[in-house]
């Protein structure tokens, strides 16, 4: 049993702390945050876990060997530096940190110490993404031209990070996880109108090597919640939709032919082909519980996990331009290497 | 009886041909299409009409009064001009044309020649559209925020005019009746991945003096026929998809208030207001007959039409600015006057 | 070219017309309506049609050879049996007539005279539910243990017809076309609320030799128009909803093996086995222009029609033992032969 | 604190455990189940808690006050009448019992003990379902003329319980809430098709004094999960979905006013009325949190239960003149009292 810190009991905390609970493979030991109403609501749900309120005294527990980091972005890099210091294995929520020079430092570290590190990006755990991705590899879809992505809904309003840092590393790590590299340019759009500075809602665009195309619409400024990521190649679609209710995703047999040339006053030649729609049956395992197992099994081989501190950086990069892109107001960001 | 003859009878031209046909007011008396089996088909459907296979020979009947123009994009202006120097009122299918200096001589001649040009921004006469843009002036929606709108589906690709110019002449439409001004600023991203050159799919965004935003995403590149605007108002949001099946509009009655300051740890301060949705009981007359009967309209009693000229002139540019954005891989164009 | 005669130009007959005036074989000839109005606007939707206010005058035209008959259903009987004795090859809208003594009259005497008798039953020529039958017949959907549909909307109130026979008509039509048999057993159940004596809302089960059942919930006084249709198999269940956008039909790969024995306090043993779910694409053709052109078809090769009048005689007998069940509160009533 | 222990650990007792947990006047401290396996489980999620193999030894726990059973049904009567007689406050899942003689007996010990009886209707507890009966309270839906149920979906086969009293009692409850009296007539069908017996699929009617009318369609072999009411009154109607993912209750201004009289060849007269639809923002906690926060609230006041023994007695009662007329294969039960 792998003996388990939770440092952040908040908005996502919960969550974690019911899976850390149910998960067969690890002990949730200790729960560590700064509000003491909160230590108090953990400790009464979960009477066997230790309240802690300083997160000096986690690394100082020799008994715990990882560490789950819940917290306020901002105070991710110095959370997990100090954890993996004390020698814990740690999985980090998205994103991994607020710039690339500190995700690499926390890759070093890991690395020197020979500790676990691993970013919380849920989505590459969720068996429904995980089917597209299959579906991708297998040639299902033919050529992927590009993808988009909504996640919009009303609330969860960062004081401090913008709906780019806080909402769309979900968007960022699917669409690297399906594209399998980097962008060569991106580029970036944003408004605020809430709460000045802080971007309400962006839009991303990504262009890789071969011509794909990712895109990000991400807002926390929406009357309806979405999440939904469309998926669309030379030979199938699919459309993801996360809040369906009768399957998550659909497979369009659907694609355009095009040849022939122009009439005057007419249409030009393409071949539109149009067939069924499957639903297929997807494993309803919960992607966070995935994404936990996945965390203490890797502690437990010494396997790198799938998202590693490499793969955290990557979105975290990818944000950076996606950041520098819109502070020149959309003007495309050529990515250097 | 306004007696009116519709110039093309491809894709689009079959609906203005049906609605013509049943106008009160009007007398669809003649039809014209380069195409012998299209002019059999409206021979067969509508026996009184006169099947004409050359313009020329439209703009020459004087009993004809009014024209309606429904041919590919790239023959608005020929035909519009030459129909208006014949004297004929004319009611053109968007986009009015090509280029801004076109849509300015049509205007020009219309108004030299005492007829009314008017174009076919069907949004516009759409009781869905109208009913938003009524909460709006209400102030029911407070102040709004943004807007965005969601054309997408697969199909009716065009040989040599892009999804800029083709389908989201519309969503310009509606966003320009929406915020009753021209954009500062403009930037628009696509993408083509059937035929080069030709953007499939495209990304336009616009900034309004007041701070207030418009996006369109518009392709027919997408498995799933989606027609969709959300607009975010500070006192409420409307989402308007034309595909529903029962009621177009949803009002929310959402928004958010900030205020007072942050704690380190924890959550800043909004207020956010999350009541009931309300779908407004919306008329449900075909907005292609409210159209058609305000061509009638304007002509018999001698007045502006509601999507005039300069309101055909106003989209062109936006789609040129659009366009050069698009030049420049979203680089934003300022508007310049 | 058929020369046909519509008489009845209410609710449903201007889709009649439409059908008829646009079918390639068909010559939409003559229309009669005792309403001015309704012969009026007829006149100027369909300028070379002939107008006629008496039934009699359409019997007398001898170039008219097939009537289509779209009047409340009262007055089915005595109009079908007045065309077929004038020569007339006959389409009545459903119900055929409201007794099985009507029914079999007609059909004699289209046979004695030699002519086309068909009946409405527009579902039987619908490609979705055709599809049904066709993955029935294939044995896709194992053997089908019963199905069921609902036909509720707001509206349609008929002054003199329950719902049983004003809406039912095409669920027991559906029914008996996937059954391919009658009943042995009727139950129905129904209530009026606002008209005394005139069910609004009605309920009817059949009860079949194999075991399997039909059950139909059909009513005018409901807030949402449902048109749907679910068909349980040992082996794959469907869905028919005919108010979808996208697909009308769901195959859903799903079904109960029973095996083994119990357990106390424990659960007995039942496979459940539960797959992909699968839109097929359906040849989107209207309906009731395949019916229309069906009857042309018929008249032209002299072929007996898919809904012939002993299809038609079918129907209103299951609902005359329908309608015996409600008036003994349910009470099943067996079927005699 | 009241202490409870659970009696029943399979389908439904996880759901109940976790609420009992995280109740906070509650002190969920025994678990009582025959499986070992499922006692272990148990055992890791809430430590804390004692787990108990014998039923005997929960009655003998004098610490223990409250029983909350969630056995299989047939079990339902001895295991409360046990409690009762050990002093223990009871909750029991539904139905209360699987005739009324066994419930009237509960409710008599219950009384004699002085100890609450309830019976677990959850959807008595649903904020959802308040609404609408606080609707029905106020007039807002007018004369309501019926409701209707549909619950069905795939799998949950019980091995000895049919349909009927597996899954109705829900809807059942849900029925005479609304309507506040019991029925003067039942009926009910149903067919089996796996396991000879036992109804897979049950339809049952209820007519009540002012000729309102209930009825009720309950499956667990259906291709798709369903859970919605109807409710149609002449002012008013509702339509509660309880899987919405956006507002579970649609209330449709809607209508229909008799009036006038006919016409030959015509529509009689009616006036449809047919306004906005309004989803009501809804109250969000968990129905069984409401549920066993009323128990803990009942115990500690000395209060009856909205859902008491009577409550229970009642639905019961329906569900055997339900049995009664499904043995009748339909006919009508006429209520004795």
Not at 198 to 213: K, Y
Request: proline share 4%; hydrophobic share 40%.
């Amino acid at each position: 049993m792998v003996k388990v810190a939770l440092v952040g009991y908040g908005y996502w905390g919960p969550n974690l702390a019911r899976n850390l609970h149910e998960l067969p493979g690890a002990c949730f030991t200790a729960c560590c945050d700064l509000d003491a109403t909160r230590l108090a609501l953990v400790k009464r749900l979960y009477p066997q876990v230790v309240a802690i309120s300083r997160p000096q005294d986690v690394w100082n527990d020799i008994s715990i060997e990882a560490v789950v980091i819940a917290t306020p972005a901002r105070t991710h890099f110095d959370l997990a530096r100090a954890a993996l210091r004390a020698g814990k294995h740690v999985l980090v929520e998205k994103p991994l940190t607020l710039n690339s020079r500190h995700a690499e430092q926390l890759i070093k570290l890991a690395q020197s110490q020979g500790r676990v590190l691993m970013v919380g990006h849920t989505f590459e755990y969720n068996p429904a993404m995980l089917k597209i991705k299959e579906l991708m590899d297998q040639g299902e879809l033919g050529e992927v031209y590009y993808a988009y992505c909504t996640r919009v809904n009303l609330g969860r309003l960062q004081p401090d990070l913008n709906a780019l840092w806080s909402i769309a590393p979900h968007d960022i790590s699917m669409l690297l996880l399906l594209f399998q590299q980097m962008p060569l340019e991106v580029s970036a759009t944003g408004a605020w109108y809430l709460n000045s500075g802080v971007e309400d809602v962006v839009f991303v665009n990504l262009l890789f090597a071969d011509g794909a195309r990712g895109h990000v619409h991400a807002s926390w400024l929406d009357p309806s919640k979405v999440r939904r990521m469309t998926v669309v190649g030379s030979k199938r679609m699919v459309v993801y939709d996360d809040l369906a209710t009768e399957g998550k995703i659909r497979i369009y047999d659907k694609g355009v032919l095009i040849g022939g040339n122009h009439r005057v006053y007419g249409e030009f030649q393409y071949r539109l082909h149009s067939g069924d729609i499957n639903i297929p049956k997807i494993d309803m395992s919960e992607p966070l519980r995935n994404e936990c197992a996945h965390f203490v099994e890797c502690i437990r081989e010494g396997k790198q996990p799938r998202t590693d501190g490499e793969n955290g950086l990557r979105v975290v990069t990818v944000l950076e331009w996606a950041e520098r892109s819109m502070r020149k107001r959309g003007a495309p960001v050529q990515v250097t290497t």
